[in-house]
């Protein structure tokens, strides 16, 4: 029988928002395998969360359902042990894959006489597997076991056609997106502008393009990022033949973001850093999310969410990307103006937590008492190399 297992629900006065569990054909799904099934408002530690056995998949499992995937993403961890490889399996949708620990390899093919692309990946390496391809995925190391975070859009897809037997292991063949030799899988590429070449859909603006980045937790290909204050950097990066994306945000020590609020279903898997996130639905109660690497959050559709770096290090988080058609579901409201709160506009006890939890660590805030009066105040921004985990 499945295991329902309530992840931490933290709040300001001690009792959480009541969790509201919608459901749809992949709960039933999920609650089908006998797989733990985690839920809540976030993870403390990927990396330790209760797994169960798989029979189908043969690998310990458990699937993570936080309150804001409504519906809408997919997010699961799969354990690897030393010196092991999974089954083979053929998968219908574009999946992203983070790797919580380990080192590892991954194989895909796109049909029985398609071409073979191998690569290596280790601990906060990112990469995608694309849809309808054969892969198998092996532990490298004979002495940890490899965790994986597995992100996908199968709620919604599952909700569309409801016959789980469509989405794996069927027999239609994609094409073969690999056959140039699998350099796909070798460098992200930079591109400016939406080059059509590189997108589907296109896009505009400046983002890297590929398979695989080998490591979130070191990467410093970043922009300047204005929007959100606090100085910080940014990276957004796509993915070939897909509509799957996904964005880094990067910020300097003892500082903290704007609160913000967006769609459903965007999961933030933590690279680096220590700190915590405030979600909150206007006007109720605030849950706390309290973070490291490895921690995992999603923000509910419509609810503001607040990011604080509470460390001595740049903290990073990793928001992998709802379909698109979610991710500005929220911001109409009734003017884009009230989907961020600025500095100067927040509530006095944001700041004073802050400052609280800093104390709490024998630091101080690096936030300028200008930026709580000049809405127009500019950040000072180290260079983008700086901002990587030590």
Same mark, same amino acid.
């Given at each position: 029988m499945t295991q329902q297992v309530e992840a931490d629900t933290t709040s300001d006065d001690s009792v959480p928002p009541e969790l509201e569990v919608k459901e749809y054909t992949y709960d039933d799904w999920m609650a089908s395998t006998g797989v733990p099934i985690h839920r809540g408002y976030f993870i403390k530690d990927l990396r330790t969360v209760e797994l169960g056995w798989w029979e189908e998949r043969g690998c310990e499992s458990a699937f993570i359902q936080l309150v804001g995937q409504e519906g809408v993403t997919s997010a699961m961890v799969q354990e690897i042990p030393p010196g092991e490889t999974l089954p083979p399996l053929k998968f219908a949708l574009d999946e992203l894959v983070y790797v919580l620990q380990g080192h590892g390899v991954t194989t895909v093919w796109p049909g029985d006489n398609g071409s073979r692309t191998s690569f290596e990946w280790q601990p906060r390496s990112l990469f995608q597997v694309p849809h309808n391809y054969h892969h198998t995925m092996s532990n490298m190391r004979g002495d940890q076991p490899v965790r994986l975070l597995r992100y996908s859009y199968l709620p919604l897809a599952m @909700?569309?056609? &409801?016959?789980?037997?469509?989405?794996?292991?069927?027999?239609?063949?994609?094409?073969?997106? =690999?056959?140039?030799?699998?350099?796909?899988?070798?460098?992200?590429?930079?591109?400016?502008?939406?080059?059509?070449?590189?997108?589907?859909?296109?896009?505009?603006?400046?983002?890297?393009?590929?398979?695989?980045?080998?490591?979130?937790? @070191?990467?410093?290909?970043?922009?300047?990022?204005?929007?959100?204050?606090?100085?910080?950097? @940014?990276? =957004?990066? &796509?993915?070939?033949?897909?509509?799957?994306?996904?964005?880094?945000?990067?910020?300097?020590?003892? &500082?903290?973001?704007?609160?913000?609020?967006?769609?459903?279903?965007?999961?933030?898997?933590?690279?680096?850093? /220590?700190?915590?996130?405030?979600?909150? /639905?206007?006007?109720?109660?605030?849950?706390?999310?309290?973070?490291?690497?490895?921690?995992?959050?999603?923000?509910?559709?419509?609810?503001?969410?607040?990011?604080?770096?509470?460390?001595?290090?740049?903290?990073?988080?990793?928001?992998?990307?709802?379909?698109?058609?979610?991710?500005?579901?929220? /911001?109409?409201?009734?003017?884009?103006?009230?989907?961020?709160?600025?500095?100067?506009? /927040?509530? @006095?006890?944001?700041?004073?937590?802050?400052?609280?939890?800093?104390?709490?660590?024998?630091?101080?805030? =690096?936030?300028?008492?200008?930026?709580?009066?000049?809405?127009?105040?500019?950040?000072?921004?180290?260079?983008?190399? &700086?901002?990587?985990?030590?």
């Open positions: @909700s569309l056609n &409801t016959d789980p037997s469509f989405f794996f292991n069927n027999r239609h063949e994609g094409e073969d997106f =690999l056959s140039n030799g699998g350099q796909l899988y070798s460098e992200a590429k930079l591109v400016r502008d939406g080059d059509p070449s590189r997108t589907w859909g296109g896009r505009s603006g400046i983002f890297w393009y590929g398979n695989f980045f080998p490591d979130m937790g @070191s990467w410093n290909k970043l922009n300047r990022s204005s929007r959100r204050g606090a100085g910080g950097h @940014s990276v =957004l990066m &796509t993915f070939p033949n897909s509509e799957m994306s996904c964005h880094m945000s990067v910020f300097p020590s003892r &500082t903290y973001k704007k609160a913000h609020r967006h769609g459903p279903g965007r999961v933030i898997v933590i690279p680096a850093g /220590e700190g915590y996130s405030i979600l909150w /639905e206007e006007g109720k109660r605030k849950v706390v999310a309290p973070w490291h690497e490895a921690s995992m959050f999603v923000p509910p559709g419509k609810w503001f969410h607040q990011h604080f770096n509470a460390g001595g290090t740049p903290a990073r988080y990793l928001a992998l990307h709802p379909p698109r058609q979610f991710r500005g579901h929220a /911001e109409k409201v009734e003017d884009r103006a009230r989907d961020q709160i600025e500095y100067a506009d /927040e509530d @006095s006890s944001i700041r004073e937590r802050f400052e609280a939890e800093l104390d709490k660590r024998q630091l101080t805030s =690096l936030m300028p008492d200008e930026v709580y009066r000049n809405r127009d105040f500019q950040w000072t921004y180290r260079d983008a190399e &700086t901002q990587a985990a030590p």
